[in-house]
């Protein structure tokens, strides 16, 4: 099976810019997590999406959004770009196992530069 | 709400030599526990698992880890270290209902010395 993909890899935009990410979910999964990885913050939640559905939400301001797609493609969004939007914005996908472990697997990533 | 400590931001180990990681992990019921492998310029690579069958866990690359409920502690080993080993290992948490999000640690960089 394919892994987790995301679209760009890299991007630069400048402050006010808005941006779209892209991720393609490992087959037959239909959970699709957002996650921001900054050297000062670490890994932190974004949201996570199931079924079409934000199923979560993390502590981020409402510039950044997301939704998923009946393919389970998903996308997320930042508006108005800020400096410290600059991050490593990773997509992780699983399985929907309810009571079970819930194994994420991770794509590469899409690196973001705000100037 | 559930957090997960790393004692150590980075750590240098010689070739050949035993790696042990540290995660300490807070959660007000039992969790299911992870340590992820990031390599530069890459996502995160699964490295095991625990979800309460057993608590020494092993997982891919000769790693393993050992649940201790007493000292809420998740720590990781290898018995030997390898240049390959060289890369940021994290540990997360996340509830037992498996319907929540992963918390993760601020990460452990691992550096291998010949």
């Known amino acids: 099976k394919a892994g987790v993909t995301q679209t760009p890899r890299y991007l630069i935009k400048t402050r006010g810019q808005q941006v779209t990410l892209s991720c393609s979910p490992i087959?037959?999964?239909?959970?699709v997590s957002w996650y921001q990885q900054t050297p000062g913050q670490g890994l932190q939640f974004l949201f996570e999406?199931?079924?079409?559905?934000?199923?979560n939400k993390g502590n981020f301001p409402g510039r950044f959004s997301g939704r998923q797609f009946s393919n389970s493609r998903s996308e997320m969004n930042v508006s108005t770009l800020e400096l410290g939007d600059s991050a490593l914005y990773l997509c992780?996908?699983?399985?929907?196992?309810?009571?079970?472990?819930?194994?994420?697997?991770f794509g590469p990533g899409t690196r973001l530069t705000v100037l | 709400a559930q957090s997960v400590t790393q004692l150590g931001s980075h750590v240098s180990v010689s070739e050949g030599a035993l790696v042990l990681l540290r995660c300490n992990y807070s959660?007000?019921?039992?969790?299911?526990l992870f340590w992820y492998v990031q390599y530069p310029n890459q996502g995160l690579q699964l490295l095991l698992k625990?979800?309460?069958?057993?608590?020494l866990v092993k997982g891919i690359n000769g790693f393993e880890a050992e649940f201790k409920k007493s000292e809420t502690s998740f720590h990781l080993t290898k018995p030997s270290a390898h240049m390959s080993d060289a890369a940021e290992y994290f540990c997360a948490v996340s509830l037992y209902s498996g319907n929540t999000p992963l918390v993760f640690g601020k990460g452990t960089r691992l550096s291998v010395i010949a």
């Open positions: 959660s007000s019921v039992p969790p299911y």
């Open positions: 992780a996908s699983s399985l929907d196992p309810g009571q079970g472990a819930n194994e994420q697997f």
């Open positions: 625990y979800t309460s069958a057993a608590t």
């Open positions: 999406y199931f079924s079409e559905t934000q199923r």
């Open positions: 087959s037959g999964h239909r959970s």
